[in-house]
């Protein structure tokens, strides 16, 4: 994208590539948001209006915030993320201005994706017990979803855990009214991710990733990712055990021919 809002945001640039599985997620987010954000002129000629709202939902960890930040780098749009819970929380007071803020940025930056991580914070189902704080906040989503016009060239993509803890109205037509889900990595998927988190490393011959692929079931994109480092980590240890006496005394040329070994990921 052309910039992040924030700070956090790390500044390499990621692509689709970068995608383990979720083949078909991916097509189909980048048809109801990076087509309608490049070509909005597509849209008015089938004469149907872009979505303003997608709701991404599955477990933590399998990409949900990797693929709202690589849609937005993909469609050169700004990209404004907004935490669930940081606007309850860190806002508190000022919850409803704080939205109106970004919607209002966002919009006059266009095309741009707001991206509301765990909406489910700042949505609950209001027959539920909440607090007037939360409603007044739901009340002021719901309506800056329904202010936003087709010449704004916004979209938001909100991304819960919990698909059935948030207020229905938010998935009335208009407002979040396609749905995806971004399911934990199947075999295939999981060979796929750790094939990109172990991309730079110096892997020895004997290392097997489909081998991995097969016996880390249950495993998601984080935890894989989290897998490689550690394998990393655990070379840097054998070769460089060391560590702690003297950082300046480090010999740092053994890691040159170090390889990161299938006992390095199995331990
Ligand atoms: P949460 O609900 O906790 O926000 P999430 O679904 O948004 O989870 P991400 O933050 O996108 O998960 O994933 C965390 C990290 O795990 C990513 O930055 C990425 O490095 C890695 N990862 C997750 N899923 C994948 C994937 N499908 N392919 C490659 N890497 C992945």
Redesign the pocket.
């Known amino acids: 994208g052309k910039r992040s809002e924030d700070a956090a945001t790390p500044t390499t640039t990621l692509t689709y590539e970068?995608?383990?599985?979720?083949r078909n997620q991916v097509h189909r987010i980048r048809e109801m948001i990076e087509l309608p954000l490049r070509h909005p002129q597509i849209f008015e000629r089938l004469g149907i209006d872009a979505p303003k709202g997608v709701l991404l939902h599955?477990p933590?960890?399998?990409?949900?915030?990797?693929i709202a930040r690589i849609i937005a780098q993909e469609s050169d749009a700004n990209f404004f993320s907004v935490s669930g819970p940081e606007v309850v929380h860190k806002f508190y007071g000022e919850s409803e201005a704080h939205l109106r803020k970004i919607f209002e940025e966002a919009a006059r930056k266009g095309p741009s994706i707001i991206f509301m991580?765990e909406i489910d914070a700042i949505a609950p189902r209001r027959d539920k017990v909440v607090g007037d704080v939360e409603k007044r906040i739901v009340a002021q989503l719901l309506a800056l979803m329904d202010g936003l016009t087709r010449r704004q060239n916004l979209i938001v993509i909100a991304?819960t855990?919990l698909p059935n803890a948030i207020d229905p109205a938010l998935r009335r037509p208009g407002r979040f009214d396609r749905e995806l889900g971004?399911p934990i990595?199947d075999r295939d998927g999981r060979l796929e991710?750790l094939e990109?988190?172990s991309r730079g490393m110096p892997l020895d011959d004997d290392v097997a990733l489909p081998q991995l692929a097969e016996i880390t079931h249950g495993f998601?994109?984080?935890d894989l990712?989290a897998l490689c480092r550690e394998a990393a980590m655990s070379t840097l240890r054998r070769v460089l055990p060391d560590i702690g006496l003297s950082l300046d005394e480090m010999p740092i040329d053994r890691l040159a021919g170090a390889t990161v070994g299938m006992d390095d990921f199995i331990t």
């Open positions: 970068d995608v383990g599985g979720l599955g933590p960890g399998c990409g949900k915030t990797l991580d991304a855990n971004i990595p991710i990109i988190h998601v994109g984080a990712e």
